[in-house]
T-cell receptor, first 110, second 114 residues
Framework: GENVEQHPSTLSVQEGDSAVIKCTYSDSASNYFPWYKQELGKRPQLIIDIRSNVGEKKDQRIAVTLNKTAKHFSLHITETQPEDSAVYFC?????????FGAGTTVTVRA | DAGVIQSPRHEVTEMGQEVTLRCKPI?????LFWYRQTMMRGLELLIY????????DSGMPEDRFSAKMPNASFSTLKIQPSEPRDSAVYFC????????????FGSGTRLTVV
């Protein structure tokens, strides 16, 4: 089955700086790559996603890039704010099943 | 839409007792997923239903776990008998058609087995 690896496991950034989280996947047939944000005690929420026919997607301060050849994708958060502090999960899918990475705990220092 | 609704939010039970978790998916979504989240193992898919039919239950830990979806608007996950190692947050999620339309998670049930 699909195996998704996510790095780093923890990330501390100064408010206003950028944060980058990287994921790799194993199954070249995967074609959908969502990112979820989970605040403490809350549910995972979809923040952005990308499909295999697209190389990059942006939504305000967040962006995701996909390199299908290398089988890796990344989440970029610019101008980080305290409310960006959370656990971020990447995932990959080719049909019904999302395989999740282990998560990255992002802490934004004021 | 109220989103995916799970109950109860918290459950504390004694080892050996039966536990039933409930989920109401978003209306119109035909795929339903039960996930378990722990610090050690992250988010694990337990079972997937499509159009009320269980399609993939390979993630169900053992025979103590069972899940049903009697209709499009209701699903249950039952643990009988419960054990301390079942303590986790259990999430239900639903989506339209496939994962490539994105999952919407419920608020989860935090289960503690003492």
């Amino acid at each position: 089955g699909e195996n998704v690896e996510q790095h780093p496991s923890t990330l501390s950034v100064q408010e206003g700086d950028s944060a980058v989280i990287k994921c790799t996947y194993s199954d070249s047939a995967s074609n959908y790559f969502p990112w979820y944000k989970q605040e403490l005690g809350k549910r995972p929420q979809l923040i952005i996603d990308i499909r295999s026919n697209v190389g990059e997607k942006k939504d305000q301060r967040i962006a995701v890039t996909l390199n299908k050849t290398a089988k890796h994708f990344s989440l970029h958060i610019t101008e980080t704010q305290p409310e960006d502090s959370a656990v971020y999960f990447c995932a990959a899918s080719m049909d019904y099943k999302l395989s999740f990475g282990a998560g990255t705990t992002v802490t934004v220092r004021a | 839409d109220a989103g995916v609704i799970q109950s109860p939010r918290h459950e504390v039970t004694e080892m050996g007792q039966e536990v039933t978790l409930r989920c109401k998916p978003i209306s119109g979504h035909n795929s339903l997923f039960w996930y378990r989240q722990t610090m050690m193992r992250g988010l694990e898919l337990l079972i997937y239903f499509n159009n009320n039919v269980p399609i993939d239950d390979s993630g169900m830990p053992e025979d103590r776990f069972s899940a049903k979806m009697p209709n499009a608007s209701f699903s249950t996950l039952k643990i009988q008998p419960s054990e301390p190692r079942d303590s986790a947050v259990y999430f239900c999620a639903s989506s339209f058609r496939q994962a490539s339309y994105g999952y919407t998670f419920g608020s989860g049930t935090r289960l503690t087995v003492v």
